[in-house]
């Protein structure tokens, strides 16, 4: 029964950003239209039900899932209302940690958030994993580069093709700002003519980027200069030295 209602716990209906400050519903609505929460109280009884500390870590789990999901609500209010229904102090201090650890998540540039996903993702239960996926997309949103890449180029094998382009859009812009794999992987693209066009220039202009930043693209560098030709290799010239990044074509 547990592990059911753990599993219903981990799969909310849809996503707050935990550091956004906006409560959401319309303004003026009354305190308690939020409250209480179906699983918030779920969670409560769960902690009721436990009797070892396997399940407790697990119910913990739950408690940052539901802080990091439900964010926009004002958790002091969830708070008052457990401390109005009595609830065991236990429960409370649980939950204060959970409100805690969620806060820490947002600092620039999403080093904290990615951090937890990799925690996260090492952990074998389900729940874990899709709280590893959720924390990631937090990582991404505070813009963190490999948690943004990673999405990108998950976003480029998609069937969707608005999907495949705002995952090149992402990749270009990463490559922009000078992150390797960016690079690498926009090379990549470019020289095979997989997602946009083939285009040899801006191929290679990516891979000289790339080779200039520190990557091992030596062959693939050489293969793609076999093909170049004169007009390419100026354009790809004038890009480098006047500082030009290519637009997507």
């Not at 303004?27 to 929460?37: I, K």
């Not at 401390?83 to 969620?102: M, N, R, S, T, V």
């Not at 390797?180 to 090379?187: D, F, G, S």
């Amino acid at each position: 029964m547990i592990a059911a209602t753990l599993a219903m716990l981990a799969a909310p209906a849809a996503q707050a950003n935990i550091c956004r400050e906006k409560t959401p519903g319309p303004v003026g609505a009354a305190r308690d239209e939020l409250l209480p929460r179906w699983d918030f109280i779920e969670a409560y009884q769960l902690y009721q039900e436990a009797r070892d500390g396997a399940t407790r870590e697990a119910l913990q789990t739950e408690l940052r899932f539901f802080v990091e999901y439900h964010a926009q609500i004002i958790h002091e209010r969830h708070l008052e209302y457990a401390w109005a229904q009595a609830f065991d102090p236990g429960f409370i201090a649980l939950y204060e940690d959970a409100i805690d650890w969620g806060r820490a998540l947002c600092e620039p540039g999403g080093e904290k958030a990615y951090a937890e996903h990799i925690a996260y993702l090492a952990r074998p239960d389900e729940t874990s994993q899709q709280f590893a996926l959720s924390l990631k997309s937090l990582a991404a949103s505070l813009g963190h580069p490999r948690a943004r890449f990673e999405f990108a180029v998950a976003a480029v094998d998609d069937d969707v093709p608005r999907r495949r382009r705002i995952g090149f859009g992402t990749l270009h812009d990463l490559a922009g700002m000078d992150y390797l794999p960016a690079q690498k992987t926009i090379a990549d693209l470019y020289s095979e003519g997989r997602v946009v066009r083939r285009d040899r220039a801006r191929a290679y202009y990516w891979y000289i980027r790339a080779q200039r930043g520190g990557a091992d693209v030596d062959d693939r560098l050489a293969v793609l200069e076999a093909e170049l030709q004169p007009e390419e290799r100026a354009r790809a010239d004038d890009w480098l030295s006047s500082g030009k990044v290519p637009w997507i074509n």
